[in-house]
């Protein structure tokens, strides 16, 4: 694909294993491209190294073999170019949420009541209007999340990286979320990676589904999801083509779980 935002080159990566003498392969040669405006969703076992990718992608992490493009170019540092939500929400506990989430617009040198309005809007954004000068440890595990991702949405990064963004967070909240960033991806044409557990999410919000095996990993299938959009994730049966593209899906996923003839 020419215009690929992202470009994973065939990744390897082996971690050195605590107690052992021999390196610990995560990631087995694992290549897909994310296109620009594309939203692709992947899939894995625990440990199968997905958050791995997402480092790789976000310049924290250099493959040990292979590589990661960025709008064809090789990324050696850190990538200030990507929005990057964290699985686990990484705000900084001695600020409040708010200066937590005004924190990236000072870095860019926004102006004091450009900044004030757009804290005020992203934290409406994610339903935390109303704790804006609690601390982090004030806040609950799925409130932490969604400053976390409010931090980041807040500068408008045209590339998103997520990790499992949604994953600490209760139903309701989930869905009005998972909505959000539908519209989100549909009006400013983000590009976005986005990690999850989750299947249903992933063919609800994704162009398409990378999944990847248990550990070492490879690339088990790449499915492209042609669904109409907008989607309703509120009922997701009732998007035409749904449980196609969840049997799609799960038909690959399902070696990589250990069903024990629960389903016959
Ligand atoms: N810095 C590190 N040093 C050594 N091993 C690591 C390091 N980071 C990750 N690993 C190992 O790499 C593997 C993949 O980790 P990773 O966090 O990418 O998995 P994941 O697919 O995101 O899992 P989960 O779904 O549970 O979040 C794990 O076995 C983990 O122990
Ligand atoms: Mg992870």
């Not at 040198?109 to 450009?114: D, H, K, N």
């Not at 999850?196 to 589904?209: G, K, M, Q």
Request: hydrophobic share 45%.
């Amino acid at each position: 694909m020419n215009d690929a935002v992202l470009s994973f080159d065939a990744v390897r990566q082996d971690f050195p294993a605590p107690g052992a003498s021999t390196p610990i392969r995560v990631i087995d040669g694992i290549s897909f491209e994310v296109g620009r405006g594309q939203f692709v969703a992947v899939i894995g076992p625990s440990g199968c190294g997905k958050s791995t990718l997402l480092q790789m992608a976000a310049g924290l992490l250099m493959p040990t073999r292979g590589g990661v493009r960025h709008r064809g170019r090789a990324i050696s540092e850190v990538n200030r170019e990507v929005g990057f939500v964290p699985q686990q929400a990484q705000l900084f506990p001695w600020k409040t949420l708010a200066e937590n989430v005004e924190l990236p617009l000072l870095l860019r040198g926004v102006a004091g009541t450009e900044r004030k309005q757009r804290v005020a809007s992203a934290l409406e954004a994610v339903g935390l209007t109303g704790f804006e000068q609690y601390f982090p440890g004030q806040l609950s595990g799925g409130m932490q999340k969604r400053g976390s991702i409010a931090r980041t949405l807040i500068y408008r990064p045209d590339v998103i990286l997520m990790d499992e963004p949604f994953g600490a967070l209760d139903a309701q909240t989930r869905m009005v979320m998972q909505d959000d960033l539908q519209m989100l991806s549909r009006d400013a044409g983000a590009t976005i990676l986005f990690v999850t557990h989750d299947i249903t999410e992933a063919v609800l919000l994704a162009d398409s589904v990378v999944i990847m095996s248990q550990r070492p990993s490879r690339l088990l299938a790449n499915i492209t999801i042609d669904l109409a959009r907008p989607r309703d994730v509120f009922e997701p049966f009732r998007n035409p083509g749904f449980d196609a593209a969840y049997d799609a899906v799960w038909s690959v996923f399902r070696s990589q779980i250990d069903i024990r003839q629960r389903l016959h």
